[in-house]
């Protein structure tokens, strides 16, 4: 068998590729965010985030607190204290919040 001198090329080329080039992933690992509820806050209070990851708020605070949309979108229902709810995040966007027993508590996180 005559190997013609255009695919001894080829050969040569695909080899120098599988040896000198490392495979990258193509998606990213997903990654767990933490907002901490303390002091009658959501820290932090902006969180940028990448659509698969994941966002837990753990309360740390001495009484209840609730992690609701705006745009009720979603709610967290009752966080007691030293408990946490998370969600995954899929919908690219901005999503503002607040706890409803305390109004004034106020934060977001933006989904690229």
Same mark, same amino acid.
């Given at each position: 068998?005559?190997?013609?001198?255009?695919?001894?090329?080829?050969?040569?080329?695909?080899?120098?590729?599988?040896?000198?080039?490392?495979?990258?992933?193509?998606?990213?690992?997903?990654?767990? +965010?933490?907002?901490?509820?303390?002091? *009658? *806050?959501?820290?932090?209070?902006?969180?940028?985030?990448?659509?698969?990851?994941?966002?837990?708020?753990?309360?740390?605070?001495?009484?209840? +607190?609730?992690?609701?949309?705006?745009?009720?979108?979603?709610?967290?229902?009752?966080?007691?204290?030293?408990?946490?709810?998370?969600? +995954?995040?899929?919908?690219?966007?901005?999503?503002?919040?607040?706890?409803?027993? +305390?109004?004034?508590?106020?934060?977001?996180?933006?989904?690229?």
């Amino acid at each position: 068998m005559i190997i013609g001198l255009r695919n001894l090329l080829w050969i040569f080329f695909g080899v120098g590729l599988a040896i000198f080039c490392k495979p990258t992933s193509v998606f990213a690992a997903a990654v767990t +965010h933490t907002i901490s509820i303390e002091n *009658m *806050m959501f820290n932090p209070v902006e969180l940028t985030v990448t659509a698969g990851d994941t966002i837990i708020w753990v309360n740390k605070d001495l009484v209840p +607190h609730t992690v609701t949309s705006e745009k009720k979108i979603f709610d967290s229902k009752i966080i007691s204290p030293e408990k946490s709810w998370k969600i +995954h995040t899929h919908k690219k966007g901005f999503f503002s919040y607040k706890c409803l027993f +305390h109004p004034e508590m106020k934060a977001s996180f933006t989904v690229k």
